[in-house]
């Protein structure tokens, strides 16, 4: 069984959520990311989304387009990142899923980079610039390595698309809070709620929630309804802040940050009936 | 129904596919916050080609506010000047604006109307498709804000003045690299979240499915005039059709209606900058290989990790790492043959355009103008070469001065 399918299905029977922190391999680099994950797994965290960098993220921010555009400068490459998996890999029993563009995946040759990501150990891939036409060939490229392929679907995909997404993907479904790119906002969409239970009367995967996704406050509310709850811009414009100031301060800031949100996502002190 | 050039967007071939596939090329490879914008977009473009009042509106402004159609001059003194075939210039450097580029951004403004959409976001590298689009804009009465990086915008301080006095918004695009790409990219994340009240008018013959069509089709009026006044002026078709390529609008939209006329020749030039090397060119076809970006499958200039590589070109309309789909199709079919002209071949035709025939060229058409005066001396002088001139020079005066060391020499 995949690892992930795996967690969601225990976390299902525990009747627990979690928190899916993201992040942008490289930043601020490679060896500090490898400590940054194993934080995250310490911190309680069961799943974590690892981002490779590509010079042309459409889909995200300025925050975490900067990273990218930090890990570039610093020469991390896609092959690299898996390099840090692959070593990284004993020591870890969280389920790792990477982001990355289908350009890489594409000029990698599909076959070629869903191999590679399974022998580094990674569990399930996210690509976020693939919509559903065009992803057979990678979807089924990830099947055969036993990798699940999560599909997005935004406040903007009509509810029978959806469904054809959602039958399209393993693993979980990455549902977006709102229409855009990633960052950080004030508020979740207030119809998010309502997304989610629609779209659990088409599928019976899990359903993560990203974009837009800042704090444990917000964590707490989108784990009320969702399966996960997905961080990225927040952490990194936190990893950003302390560039400067070396590894150890970005290991710490983020490890107690990822805790905080951690937090969240668990047990909820206020259960709406 | 005014007597005009005549543009007809209907489709004269099966390409792209329901998909948007030229073959392997071209498709939607966004991400679905987009999906349902490029969707509407595609019921809203395909009802409104079919609709004779909106072609007859776009014919009636493409004739009395850009000047169409443009004319096809032929050049004696470039003739002379190659020794062989007769070289005809199809005159887009006389259209509203200055270039071709209107054509495209005119009749996706017309689009965004008919949409209900108030406002309007496009990217620009040296300026000419921001500049031609606050312009549409301007006279439609629509909001517009022009993505551009903050390197071009610094190369381009005079069409940065000119968008604003048109009542453009220059937003600065200060990611990546600073340029042309960066600004798609920008313009692209805008439109996710700004799409149910936005039109994007993308700028070439790229980006998802229907954009490479869209653009290709408003563009084509260019060829279909050219083929009449072939026939009209030279008395059959001509022997060879010579265009640059960045994107390619300008060359999609002249080739587009000979694509079935067999026994013409049709080229398309790529920058070849200032060597072959990873960085020194901008020519995706003749150096790069197939790759997803920006929204589709083409050839790009990537790295063997798949991320764009930096281009050079001499022309900054020329400087794109991409190509639109439908001339990867071509190029694969073997219909359109591409090439490469470098920086200083093609500032050599700047020049000898100007000494011979008055006209200055943008350095972008330059290139394809470089190439003719080669392709002519191969030809024989029963035989006929047309040459797009997509844009005038006067943009290009500083770079110019620059490199010729005009401002060094007195007389």
Not at chain 1, 177 to 191: F, P
Not at chain 1, 248 to 259: P, W, Y
Not at chain 2, 198 to 208: A, Q
Not at chain 2, 383 to 400: F, H, I, P, W
Request: glycine residues 8%; aromatic residues 4%.
């Amino acid at each position: 069984m995949n690892r992930i399918d795996a967690i969601f299905d225990q976390l299902r029977q525990d009747g627990s959520k979690t928190l899916i922190p993201f992040l942008a391999a490289g930043d601020p680099d490679l060896p500090t990311t490898a400590r940054l994950l194993t934080a995250t797994q310490e911190a309680g965290v069961r799943v974590c989304e690892i981002g490779i960098p590509f010079s042309d993220p459409i889909a995200d921010g300025p925050v975490i387009q900067a990273s990218m555009t930090h890990a570039l400068n610093q020469g991390v490459q896609p092959k690299a990142v898996l390099e840090m998996i692959a070593k990284l890999r004993p020591s870890l029993d969280m389920a790792l899923v990477v982001m990355v563009s289908y350009s890489i995946v594409y000029r990698m040759g599909v076959d070629s980079f869903m191999a590679q990501s399974r022998e580094a150990g990674v569990d399930g891939v996210i690509l976020p610039d693939l919509p559903l036409e065009e992803s057979a060939p990678a979807r089924a490229a990830a099947a055969k390595q036993n990798l699940t392929f999560s599909l997005l679907i935004a406040p903007t995909t009509p509810t029978d698309r959806a469904q054809q997404i959602a039958k399209a993907s393993t693993g979980f479904i990455y549902l977006l809070s709102r229409a855009g790119i990633t960052g950080e906002r004030a508020e979740i969409a207030q119809d998010l709620p309502q997304r989610v239970e629609s779209l659990r009367k088409v599928t019976s995967l899990p359903i993560a929630v990203g974009f837009g996704v800042s704090d444990r406050q917000q964590v707490r509310q989108v784990v009320r309804t969702a399966d996960a709850a997905i961080v990225g811009s927040a952490i990194m414009r936190r990893v950003a802040q302390c560039r400067d100031q070396g590894p150890d301060a970005v290991v710490d800031q983020v490890s107690r940050f990822v805790a905080d949100l951690a937090q969240g996502a668990a047990a909820d002190p206020s259960p709406t009936p | 129904m005014p007597h005009t050039s005549a543009a007809d967007l209907l489709p004269q071939r099966p390409e792209p596919n329901p998909g948007g596939h030229f073959g392997d090329y071209g498709g939607v490879y966004v991400p679905e916050t987009l999906h349902a914008a490029v969707a509407q977009l595609a019921e809203a473009y395909d009802k409104a080609r079919q609709d004779k009042a909106f072609t007859d509106q776009f014919n009636l402004l493409l004739r009395d506010y850009v000047g169409r159609p443009t004319p096809l001059y032929e050049a004696p003194g470039l003739t002379r000047h190659a020794g062989s075939a007769r070289i005809y210039l199809k005159r887009e450097d006389l259209a509203h604006t200055g270039a071709h580029k209107i054509n495209n951004s005119l009749g996706q403004c017309l689009l965004a109307v008919r949409m209900g959409k108030k406002r309007i976001i496009a990217e620009t590298g040296a300026g000419q498709h921001g500049v031609a689009t606050a312009t549409a804009a301007a006279m439609l009465g629509l909001t517009c804000d022009v993505f551009m990086g903050t390197e071009d915008m610094r190369r381009q301080r005079p069409n940065v003045l000119r968008m604003e006095l048109l009542g453009t918004r220059v937003v600065p695009v200060s990611s990546g690299s600073c340029t042309l790409k960066d600004a798609t990219n920008a313009a692209l994340r805008d439109w996710m979240e700004s799409s149910d009240h936005t039109h994007y008018v993308i700028g070439s013959v790229v980006g998802p499915h229907p954009f490479p069509t869209i653009v290709r089709d408003l563009q084509s009026v260019i060829g279909r005039e050219c083929r009449r006044q072939c026939l009209e002026q030279i008395g059959s078709l001509p022997n060879a059709l010579v265009a640059c390529v960045g994107g390619g609008s300008n060359a999609a939209g002249l080739f587009y209606p000979f694509v079935e006329d067999a026994s013409v020749k049709m080229i398309g030039v790529e920058a070849g900058g200032r060597g072959q090397g990873q960085g020194d060119h901008a020519a995706p076809i003749s150096f790069g290989k197939p790759g997803v970006l920006h929204g589709s499958l083409s050839y790009v200039l990537q790295d063997p990790d798949g991320q764009t590589s930096p281009v050079h070109s001499i022309s900054a309309g020329l400087d794109y790492p991409g190509v639109g789909p439908e001339h990867a199709y071509w190029n694969d079919l073997g219909r359109v043959q591409y090439t490469t002209v470098t920086d200083t071949q093609a500032l050599e035709a700047f020049t000898t355009l100007a000494k011979l025939e008055g006209i200055i060229p943008a350095l972008e058409s330059s290139h394809a103008l470089a190439h003719a005066l080669q392709l002519a001396k191969q030809m024989t002088k029963d035989q006929t070469l047309v040459v797009n001139l997509s844009g005038r020079g006067d943009k290009d005066m500083d770079e110019a001065v620059r490199l010729l060391g005009l401002d060094q020499k007195k007389d």
